[in-house]
């Protein structure tokens, strides 16, 4: 580390309004800029990939005023004073899966996430790839636990109940004389990484494989062990079952302020009441760094980037059956900000996503220019790709660290946390291997614990009726009638199948929370068709007028209540 | 015992105006319906002004439908309500067609099938809409749901994209429930609904009709906040300086309906690009032998009357369906025609009397519909105006035009002489 030259580096990058201090072992960066993006150039300028020496941003930004957290419209007492062994911040992947593996202690696990549902952010607003590892090298964290994570999907899925299709992804070259070069690039990745099953193959094979590529490619890159997996579904089913096996989920429950102690966590306030954990889990996304503050353990910082994905008709998820993405050499390098297409669990095709930095950590709304250019991209790798085919998209927002690396490690300066930090891609896929290491990090910081002799690891899915056979449906129906009725015609979702949604061991009785589980409303009518429908039974089931359900949030009001002297028609 | 010579699949005015032709024409018929009700989208549309052609009365939904309806049972025809078919499978003497219900599943035979699948609405991700995904954005038909079938209101203060009939007739519906209509907004530079319903549903409310502006973007976390508007160019393309934000809480799209044609496409129907519905002979019979299309899933009308109109010719043509070779001459959509119905003629069958509905592609005064033969005129007529929202509906006798597999027929509008 020579901060000398970092200085050096960063004064570049900043034209001399930046500096860079070494302390606590952070390299601390501050001065003041005019634009948040010349901010992140400069704190980039002064990482270093990987390291475990990190930047801090205490960069200030004219005229920028950072927009706060957007907090609950809950606020009650329902937690105050609970005394839990671990508290988990955030519901999303991360979370939620950390939840899950420590459910097989007997402890007493209280999660809390401040938005209404599991993976309402990063986890839910993703591509769903179950990464291969190709770019990663040996020596991050990344590496470390893809490997891993890629091998346990298949396992875990199994166990949650969540579908899981090892697809294999193609990476396309047009290059011929680049060949070489790129299979030794594979070879050094298959012997030094160990990203073992990475293969060169021909043009003409890929096309057998794949007819609708572009015929203008020379060979690509297969990783067979890529997959896909429904994020948000994987998320759920995570909570679900950690809660099947006796933790404790708080949903709109956002953290505000801790107390500290002689490095310690005493206690942790909320907008539900004040809780006293032995132990913290740091899992907040984009929200981490300001967790980490709380804790008197700031030694990173987040900058978000937001990405966009687009979602075809079923009709286009025909025309390609696994993840493709294209190399152009002659572009320069960086991210991978053109994204790819993958063919969904759910036969749609995703289109996505592209990196744009923002110093909005909740700003998910889309642009045009998003989808423009990822669509110009990979119509490259596949010609009949159409933006006619769109049925809808969405933006998330990636909480990467400035060394583009996780955290996984407990606190620096405080003893009672531990983060799991800086996750952005692959961190779907590693979850599942960084559950498990900080299940055993808690574990020990706890001291003794019991194994919870009672937990079971397997969830049992809610049935998908349109994948049964006419046999096994007719079973089923006979058990339950509402098995019988359809109220999403596109995606075939029966009333039964959204009332076992309402019935699940964590009740989001939301249209968003009803969608995210059984999908009425994720195909081509985008709800047109069944969203009253679904409306009306969710009121029936909470017993409740219809203008009490929501979209999502507190104030996703749907309806405003009954018309003149109308009665409730049908 | 589950064997019929006709299905009809769809119970809205298309589906039912088939099944009680085919049953008068002595087929045995079963009509299957995913909905509880019979009636279709007829349901929700308590306004009036159907059935002026077919009845010269001004009929609203429920009571257009309730006259089919009425005949329906009182010839005794079989139907299965909230039933939904899952697949349809080609058999060498028919089809078998699977559905799903609350009893379970059950397998259902025929020799001919009609599709009456009706149509959906496009939605605000099909019309590029970015921005945030609050609450308050419905398509016209879903904000009709709300407020006519189930009583609950969806706006107070709204804005309506897109000009289709069903964005005009929900801006009076609205407004009569209390709702403030800020305006309707239309891409184009010429509105998409029939004329009447310019002035019965906006003039005579005072709301504001903006053409060659369109929603770009929305706002909101929760519930919608507001708009963005923006003028458009003539190729619908926003122009940069004209953006302004309207504050609302809802917005109610209105902005096209896609023929639904998803059972269709299993069964190897082909697409017609112009109506988005299936290409079909003057019997309304797709490529496919023994499948036969009509109302809005073959074509979006104007009008429920040639909807029913529609249901007629195939539910008769499929009662008297008996599968024999077909020789099949193409219609050519030539300049001015946006879409057309029929797209083939089937010479084997009759074709002094076939009746052709075809919308322009553009507003044009004093217009002739030509058709030729091989470069010969065979046909005109002359429109004092053509609209592109408003379909045109003529008997055409074929018989005298010297017709052969082969011939190239087509049809085109030209200023008239």
Redesign the interface.
Known sequence: MNIAKIRKKVAEASRGRVNAELKNNCIVLSGCVDSWDEAVEACSAAATPYSKIHVVNDVTVKNFIEKPMRMPALSDTALDGEKPDVLIIGGGISGASIARELSKWKLSILLVEKEPDFAMQASGRNDGEVHPGIDLSKGSLKHYYIRKGNKMYGDVCKELGVEFRRVGQYVCFNEAWAKPVIALYVWKRKHIDKIEDSEIISGKELHRREPSFNGSFKFAISNPSTGCVCPYGLTIAYAENAVMNGAEVMLNTAVTDMQVENGRIVSVATNRGTVFPRIVINAAGVFSEEIAKMANDRFFSIHPRRGTNSILDKKAGRYMHSVASIKELASSGGHTKGGGILHTVHDNLLIGPDAVETSEKENVATNPESIEKVFTRQKKTMPALSERDIITYFTGVRAPTFEEDFIIEKGRNCQNIIHCAGIQSPGLTTAPAVALDVEKMAVEMLGAAEKNTEFNPVRKPIPALRDMSDEERAKIIAENPDYGEIVCRCEEISKGEILDALNSPVCVPTLDGVKKRVRPGMGRCQGGFCSPLVTKIIAEFLGKPVEEVRKNYDGSVITYGTNKGGTAGE | MNNYNVIVIGGGPAGLAAAIQAKKDCASVLLIE?E??LGGILKQCIHDGFGLVRFEEKLSGPEYAGRFIDEFNSLGIESLT?S?V?KIEKKTDGFAI?I??????A?YTCSAIVLATGC??R????V?I???????VF?A??AQ????????????KCVILGSGDIGLIMARRLTL??CEVLGVYEAKPTPSGLTRNIHQCLNDYGIPLYLSHTVT?VFG???LEAVEISQVDEKMRPIDGTRKTVECDALILSVGLIPENELA?TLGVQMDSGTKGPLCDQNLMTNVDGVFSCGNALHVNDLVDYVSESGETAGAAAAAYIKTGRKTVRFERGSGIMSLVPQMLNLEKGIDNVTVYFRSDEVANNRSLKISVDGEEKFRKKYAFLRPPEMERLVVDFSAFNLKPGSRIVFETEAAK
Do not use: C, W
């Open positions: 995913r509880n009700r909230l939904f899952t699977h799903v219900n609350r009893g379970g599943t397998v959906r609405e939605t605000a991700k099909q590029f970015h921005g945030t995904r609050p609450s308050g398509t038909g879903t749901h709300y407020i006519n079938l189930m009583g609950e209101i969806p706006a107070k429930e209390g973007r976390d929760e519930r496409e």
